[in-house]
């Protein structure tokens, strides 16, 4: 099984909000749990799964589209943008010209209401890094999708 990438293992234990400049981190210590697992009965645990979530803010949806590129996972990239599968074609042509997508970084984040915008630096296989910026709208639903 492949593993997924540090960003996902980080989000399960801390959380930054860097556009909002607050910062939340998940605590037991409120429950009285501080350095215990809980582990359901008859369930095991599976050691190298972190736990997956969904996006709160524009960086986040932004990082978590671009792990789904880098793992070649297409699908999971639907629901964060704003045309769907028209955009999932798009995403898939573009790895296939640019060789894949096998870094990126974040280099701003502006959010203004319920828009936003992200500035990015892709590293692709053959084509060399590209700077972009992605523009975001955030849905009555909540979720933060790229346009």
Do not use: H
């Not at 972190?50 to 709160?56: C, V």
């Not at 671009?66 to 798009?90: I, S």
Request: a negative charge; proline letters at 2%.
């Amino acid at each position: 099984m492949k593993k997924l990438s540090s960003f996902f293992v980080m989000a399960s234990a801390a959380l930054v909000l860097s556009c909002g400049g607050k910062s939340q981190k998940a605590s037991d210590d409120a429950d009285g749990l501080e350095g215990e697992e809980m582990v359901m009965e008859g369930e095991e645990e599976e050691e190298d799964a972190p736990t997956l979530f969904a996006p709160t803010t524009p960086e986040e949806t932004v990082r978590y589209v671009f792990e789904a590129m880098m793992a070649k996972d297409f699908e999971r990239t639907r629901d964060y943008l704003v045309r769907g599968d028209k955009e999932v074609k798009k995403l898939k042509r573009f790895d296939e010209e640019s060789g894949g997508l096998i870094g990126y970084e974040i280099t701003s984040c502006n959010e203004n209401g319920n828009k936003a915008t992200v500035g990015i630096v892709m590293k692709t296989k053959d084509v060399g890094d590209l700077k972009d910026k992605m523009d975001l709208v955030k849905g009555d639903d909540g979720v933060w999708k790229i346009q």
